[in-house]
């Protein structure tokens, strides 16, 4: 099921890619890992794998004009589970901390308050950052979450400069983690 997962998931990017429906691949590649799921229950990787999948299926619909929420809420529920069965991972508190993100963004594009969902991506990739200093990406994605919410807070007549500062700062974080990192 993984690799068959794997596979749908890259058909859909490149579909994508091409301007090509990508949303049947990815949703085949949901439909494997809930059958690897159905077979083994507690594998927090096939959680983490889905939850993407879901991520690739909403942002898909975002494009297509489905309001693509279902599927990023889908997302946080399989990377909750990958928390709870991975606590100490740095990589599912990003991945579920990239869901709020989304769920902001879809917010933020329909005219809704975005703050809550970005203030909880950034918590998460915080807890990230403390369990692995080292992993670039969750620097990388605390300073798009800081820079998500200045915007958020701008639009509201508020002062986003210190979450434009604290954005500055953690992608230097991350660039300072790999230079070649842009």
């Known amino acids: 099921f993984r690799n068959r997962g794997n596979t749908y998931r890259r058909l859909g990017q490149a579909q994508e890619a091409r301007g090509v ?36 299926l909403g942002r898909a619909d975002k494009e297509r004009g489905p309001d693509p ?9 399989d990377f909750e589970r990958c928390v709870e069965t991975r606590p100490e991972d740095a990589v599912g508190y990003n991945s579920r901390g990239c869901a709020y993100a989304v769920l902001g963004e879809a917010q933020a594009d329909r005219g809704e308050d975005p ?51 604290k954005a500055i700062s953690e992608y230097e974080r991350a660039i300072d983690l790999d230079t070649s990192f842009v």
């Open 21 to 56: 429906d990508g949303r049947p691949s990815y949703r085949s590649a949901i439909a494997d890992r809930s059958g690897a799921l159905d077979l083994k229950s507690n594998d927090a990787e096939t959680y983490q794998e889905r939850g993407w999948d879901y991520l690739y």
């Open 69 to 77: 929420r279902q599927s990023f809420i889908a997302a946080l529920a």
């Open 115 to 165: 703050r809550e969902n970005y203030e909880r991506a950034i918590a998460d990739y915080g807890v990230a950052t403390r369990i692995d200093a080292k992993y670039k990406w969750s620097w990388s994605n605390l300073g798009l979450a800081h820079l998500y919410l200045g915007q958020a807070q701008a639009a509201r007549g508020l002062d986003p400069c210190e979450r434009y500062r």
